[in-house]
């Protein structure tokens, strides 16, 4: 997959609306989802996770929703400010021979247009 | 609270050189991992230490060493950089394999 990089999805919104990001994930296996934000010239950011026994969970301006039937990741982010512009991308981790194995998405970027 | 802190920020190195990569964390997490970044290829796992005293290959581990030198340090080794181990470098670290990751600023390494 890709992540950072000159081909990532790109998803354009305007300030104070609302965005929705979404990841399909590989594994039925996977019980545990996190979303992460990476600005430019940083690390990942750990921003919101749900586990596979819940279909939705809320934070601070954002929600993630699960939907195992499709293998489905969304994270939506309420009245979206500039300081949201940065590359979002979702992990699955699942259980793997002799522990856990984390999956990252491919990420999108989002543009906060002020 | 400084949370998982790399150093350098940045490298330049010429082909055949080599160095090592620091990692600590102060979170008292078991898990560490060092992953690159590349425009393209999205986030490839190196190595990894679920716990301290064990470590184990990733995804991408061809010319890379690692030492868990204790719980808070996870050193990363380059002995002959080559010009495709330009990219960036992160440290992540977590609780358990089973928990979301912190990750470092990174270090921007570049191969000549």
């Known amino acids: 997959g890709e992540s950072v990089g000159l081909h990532l999805p790109t998803l354009s919104v305007q300030e104070g609306d609302n965005s929705i990001i979404n990841c399909a994930y590989s594994?039925?296996?996977?019980?545990?989802f996190i979303w992460y934000k990476q600005e430019s010239g940083k690390g990942p950011q750990f921003i919101i996770d749900?586990?596979?026994?819940?279909d939705k969970r809320q934070g601070q301006r954002v929600t993630v929703l699960l939907n195992k039937t499709v293998k489905h990741l969304s994270l939506q982010i309420a009245a979206t400010q500039p300081g949201d512009s940065a590359v979002y991308f979702c992990?699955?981790?699942?259980?793997?021979?002799?522990?856990?194995?984390?999956?990252f998405g491919a990420g999108t970027r989002l543009f906060v247009k002020a | 609270n400084a949370g998982v802190t790399q150093t350098p920020k940045f490298q330049v190195l010429k082909t055949g050189q080599s160095m090592t990569l620091q990692c600590a964390q102060d979170?008292?997490?078991?898990?560490m991992y060092w992953y690159r970044q590349d425009p393209g290829m999205g986030l490839r796992l190196i190595y990894y230490?679920?716990?301290?005293?064990?470590?184990d290959k990733g995804e991408v581990p061809n010319g890379y060493n690692v030492s868990r030198l204790n719980k808070r340090e996870f050193s990363l080794r380059l002995e002959s950089a080559a010009p495709s181990q330009t990219s960036v470098y992160f440290c992540?670290?977590?609780?358990?394999?089973?928990?979301?990751?912190?990750f470092g600023s990174g270090t921007r390494l570049t191969v000549v």
């Open positions: 992540a670290s977590s609780v358990t394999p089973n928990y979301g990751y912190t």
């Open positions: 594994n039925s296996a996977s019980d545990y």
């Open positions: 749900i586990r596979s026994n819940m």
């Open positions: 992990a699955e981790i699942y259980p793997n021979t002799g522990g856990f194995k984390t999956i």
């Open positions: 979170m008292n997490h078991n898990s």
């Open positions: 230490s679920a716990s301290e005293g064990t470590t």
